[in-house]
């Protein structure tokens, strides 16, 4: 009963979605379209999907496979194993860069994922952290930069008006808050989720997507859809159903987190389905696609090259890089 409703859901979803507007029918594909994608947020929006598959349910033929670090599915894109798949935003631009061209961003599918958690109540804002001192995750890579920049835009200076000790994993920077040898620390969802599950000490004192959203143009992005350009070029019909579905997908984890945790748990996205619903809210699950995609992926490019442009491949990607389908 529950693949009933959820199938029924889902085609009625796609009803109403404008990437469903453009045709109907049965559109051609290959044998299987080969999905690849991150546990946690990054993946979280394709468990609806997946559970479509395993019952026969969806449009396509899929296999899915997912992988607990960005390298192993970086690997399956470049050797063609895989034709789509769900990486972070600065992976999709090495890709490009790495692939000569070869992957594409065909969509957004997570905005900021990153907060600052606290034991105790002086922070409330960025402007209060001068003086203190946060610890994260993240050296070199994503968090790091959007942390900096933040800060920067804010007026404070990383090193000297806010102090960041970086440790190795996100486990680490719950472990020394819970043993009060931090009491600021930057983490991701769902770790955040799990660190507050943990520690009733702890508060979400600052959510980063907002705190970038008050400085940048464009909102903070983090996770993103990419096609495999071969692929996209032979089978374009493919791809559309692939996104229309994809958006159904994501629709049904925002609009039903209880049921859709539990598949999130199911397909070894996140251990458990309780730790997977707590964190679907802030996990910023989405689909954005075309122009309105690429007018928020440039700018953030533009800092995260400006920041070390290796974290995003040696150049920024052109306009080749941002699929737009049929």
């Not at 990383?158 to 440790?167: A, C, F, K, S």
């Amino acid at each position: 009963m529950k693949h009933l409703k959820l199938t029924a859901l889902l085609l009625a979803l796609l009803l109403v979605l404008p990437l469903a507007l453009s045709g109907c029918g049965k559109t051609e594909s290959p044998d299987t379209i080969r999905v690849a994608a991150l546990k946690g947020p990054t993946g979280m929006g394709m468990a609806p999907l997946m559970d479509c598959a395993k019952n026969n349910t969806a449009k396509q033929n899929y296999t899915f496979t997912i992988e607990g670090a960005p390298d192993a599915v970086n690997a399956l894109l470049i050797s063609g194993e895989v034709d789509i798949a769900a990486v972070p935003v600065n992976v999709a631009s090495v890709l490009f860069n790495k692939t000569a061209g070869q992957i594409q961003v065909a969509g957004i599918n997570t905005k900021g994922v990153l907060y600052l958690v606290e034991d105790g109540n002086t922070v409330q804002s960025i402007a209060d952290l001068k003086g203190k001192t946060v610890y994260a995750s993240g050296k070199g890579a994503t968090p790091e930069h959007i942390l900096n920049h933040v800060l920067t835009k804010n007026g404070l200076t990383p090193g000297t008006d806010v102090t960041v000790e970086y440790l190795s994993e996100h486990a680490e920077v719950i472990t020394a808050l819970a043993q009060g040898k931090a009491t600021i620390g930057l983490l991701p969802e769902p770790n955040v989720t799990s660190a507050l599950a943990g520690n009733d000490k702890l508060r979400i004192a600052v959510n980063m997507t907002e705190a970038w959203d008050a400085i940048a143009d464009t909102t903070l992005v983090q996770g993103v859809i990419v096609v495999n350009k071969t692929f996209a070029e032979t089978y374009p019909d493919a791809v559309k159903t692939f996104m229309e579905e994809y958006a159904a997908s994501v629709e049904y984890v925002n609009a039903n987190p209880a049921e859709a945790s539990v598949m999130i748990e199911a397909a070894g996205i996140i251990p458990k389905a309780a730790l997977a619903q707590k964190a679907i809210h802030t996990s910023n699950i989405c689909l954005i696609t075309g122009e309105e995609m690429k007018a928020a992926l440039v700018p953030l490019y533009d800092v995260l090259f400006a920041a070390n442009p290796a974290s995003i491949g040696g150049t920024l990607p052109t306009d080749a890089f941002y699929y737009v389908g049929k």
